[in-house]
């Protein structure tokens, strides 16, 4: 072969190649560090075997910083990402603004109609999908069976208030570092607010009234706030001001708390491999105040959308295929087992008798989700959706800012009553500016 013809040969080479390396799209997906999420990077070979021309780049945050920045880039069209993960209080919002992509051409295979109905309506706007769900929750009480037992104790399935203040003292054991009840205080509206929020309601307490002047110099915030705080100092772990969903489920897996009310998600974790304390586990649906109907429970899921600005919009759409599918539930049973699979977001799933029995926690959490109605979340009358968010877009800012003020009373840098009548005047101002009120 002449030098010509293999520099001819050489040069079609490198350009087949190149066009090889063009064809590959690669995708940035933002999402939170919570345990499912970190295991679905994990189970990636499979999506590359199925689509070796897609690229997954990863960027994992902590809850409180992933919303600020998606939130961030998606407002300036930023163009960071391709892949969102955003929850129920973000979805409706955006959508409305035509920030995010419908995702009703989903295969026929993703059976949109297999979305439980109440985490469907709330990813959704004007009828059309705008997320798919990757896990739904609610949130209900872990708790430690021996030490319940221990207590002379027995935990009902639906228990009041009261009860868990008497169990929490009950368990509390500080010389051998045990804490009777377990709660997040870090700041943040999806954060100490987004179970302070849920809270109230089952004092009766809520955000606004028909006319939307804020509640929080009313007595049911001051009884949920005055309870949540003296019972965290009694019976809490120290430094609760810090912790959100991830260091109290460290705490919980340790074996350092009682009781722990918090997202359904959690109970794979405390009853799995990590969890010292696996074999103990109990579950109850989250309090109610006696005499009032209203749970302590919320509505949430954690899914996956696509801003409009993404120039990758049909590789976002076969990645959010694969990650929220039938098949990817059998993946992650196949590779860790049923009751690690992401809950809350299938009926099948909750037909589905190997996850009934390898999953203790799965009826009590899908009744959870049944019993929580982001339209009528409050006992009196309210002019918003949403159990442990207020579905207007000024709740976000607004929210995080009186989670600083409430986390300071659990720190007991501030009282109770300042804590209130600083959120007042937050929510107010907020509200003036953004023309609810005059």
Partial sequence: MTSTLRALFGACAVAALATVASAETTITVATVNNGDMIRMQK???????????????????????????????????????????????EVPIWAKQGWLTSLNDLPASYDVNDLLPAIRKGLSYDGKLYASPFYGESSFIMYRKDLMKKAGMTMPEAPTWSFVRKAADAMTDKAKGIYGICLRGKAGWGENMAFLTAMSNSFGARWFDMKWKPQFDTKPWHDTLSFYVDMMKKDGPPGASNNGFNENLALFQQGKCGMWIDATVAGSFVTGKDSKVANEVGFALAPNKEGIAKHANWLWSWALAIP??????????????????????????????????????????????????????????????????????????????????????EFQGMATAIGQQFSAAVAGTTSVDTALKNAQAIATREMKKAGYLK
């Fill in 43 to 89: 189970l990636m070979p499979d999506f590359y075997a199925e689509h070796p021309d897609i690229k997954v780049n990863w960027v994992t945050l902590e809850e409180n910083v992933l919303r600020q920045k998606v939130t961030t880039d998606i407002a300036t069209h930023g163009g960071q990402y391709d892949v969102m993960t955003i929850g129920t209080y």
């Fill in 308 to 393: 409009t600005g993404t120039k990758h919009a049909a590789a976002a759409k076969t990645f959010i295929d694969w990650a929220t599918s039938k098949h990817y539930l059998d993946l992650v049973a196949s590779k860790d087992g049923w009751a690690n699979v992401p809950p809350g977001t299938r009926t099948s799933l909750y037909e589905n008798q190997k996850y009934l029995d390898a999953a203790p926690f799965a009826k009590l959490t899908l009744k959870s989700m049944q019993l929580a109605d982001p339209t009528h979340p409050t006992v009196d009358p309210v002019p918003y959706v949403g159990v442990q968010f207020v579905a207007i877009p």
